[in-house]
């Protein structure tokens, strides 16, 4: 009871990386509120497969939900589930990613529980709050931070009252560790058709094409990002120059994809992708919240910039004052001559 609940995404019978991101960043919130982890994995044949890929996270209790009818995922039965399980175990915390899946399952199932949800959260922590209408003070409240109001402000959301405290989190925020390879925790096969109505699965999927990223951001040591700085679509080249010398990825901010530079699927952000390589080269990025939020986990960050006061140099661990023209050619010419 009052536990802290993940629900774990699964493409055929692997957990997604989000998911145990979140189940990480859970283990910590329960060991600060004292609880027990609790995660969800429904899916089809994935009994024996799913328990060595999440317990290791720390997980108390692994609630199976093994079905036909449960992969691929369709919104009714795996809503059902989460409804109808949470109103049995009443948890304080529920977290999921915010993939195509969580956008869809999350609203439906915190609307069925008059729940509340905040969505691309960018850090989660547990403190207290008082309500200055009430003068009622609450302890252990989940801290769900996100970007607002266009990325000008970071807005902290608590929900006092309604249970769970739902929130999603993107890919790539929150860091994956390993707690105990051996950590032992409580495996619970459900009945499903005591979760889940037949008429639950009046959607079938009949034919699925799942299209891989032309890119490969997240797991990149070294990304060259571009901003709007950057000046045009042909100024990407340089990125694209660089990129190629030391083996990295070309990145963008939102600015850049809006000013039509490159396309979305490279878009580094709270509205794009999360990453957290060795080294990040920031290319005339100026530094929104939005895009900060999505790259400041990074090993090493470098600001490649015109202005010295842009805000991405706060965060900055070198500064290279200048244009994008003027500073690629030479990093390009200077490696070259050091790497032979």
Do not use: W
Not at 12 to 30: I, N, Q, W, Y
Not at 64 to 91: C, M, R, W
Not at 193 to 201: E, G, I
Not at 275 to 304: D, F, L, N, T, W
Request: glycine content about 10%; hydrophobic content about 35%; aromatic content about 6%.
């Amino acid at each position: 009871m009052n536990n802290v609940f993940v629900y774990c995404e699964i493409e055929g019978t692997t957990v997604a990386d989000v998911s145990l991101e979140l189940l990480t960043k859970g283990r910590k919130l329960a060991n600060e509120l004292g609880v027990q982890l609790e995660a969800i994995c429904a899916g089809y044949e994935i009994t024996g497969k799913v328990e060595e890929q999440t317990l290791p996270y720390g997980v108390d209790k692994l609630h199976i939900f093994d079905a036909e009818g449960l992969f691929p995922y369709t919104s009714k039965p795996h809503t059902s589930i989460l409804v109808n399980l949470f109103k049995q175990e009443k948890p304080q915390i529920c977290l999921m990613g915010a993939t195509v899946i969580g956008r869809d399952l999350g609203p439906r199932v915190s609307s069925s529980l008059h729940s509340g949800l905040t969505a691309d959260c960018t850090s989660l922590e547990i403190g207290p709050h008082d309500d200055p209408k009430t003068g009622k003070h609450y302890d252990q409240l989940l801290y769900q931070i996100r970007p607002a109001f266009g990325g000008n402000i970071v807005a902290t959301i608590v929900n006092p009252e309604c249970r769970p405290q739902m929130a999603t989190v993107r890919d790539g925020v929150m860091k994956k560790e390993i707690l105990d390879p051996n950590y032992k925790g409580e495996v619970i096969i459900q009945d499903v058709a005591k979760f889940v109505p037949d008429t639950d699965y009046v959607v079938k999927v009949l034919e699925r094409h799942v299209e891989k990223a032309k890119n490969n951001l997240k797991g990149a040591p070294i990304i060259v990002a571009g901003g709007y700085g950057v000046g045009s679509k042909e100024g990407f080249n340089l990125l694209y120059d660089l990129a190629k010398e030391i083996h990295a990825e070309v990145g963008a901010s939102r600015a850049a994809v809006d000013a039509g530079f490159c396309d979305h699927d490279m878009q580094i952000g709270q509205t794009g992708v999360s990453v957290r390589p060795k080294v990040y080269i920031a290319c005339g990025i100026s530094g929104a919240i939005q895009h900060i939020a999505g790259m400041k986990e990074s090993g090493i960050i470098i600001s490649i910039n015109n202005d010295p006061n842009a805000p991405i140099n706060q965060i900055a661990d070198y500064i290279i004052t200048g244009t994008v023209e003027e500073v690629l050619p030479k990093m390009i010419k200077y490696y070259k001559q050091n790497s032979k």
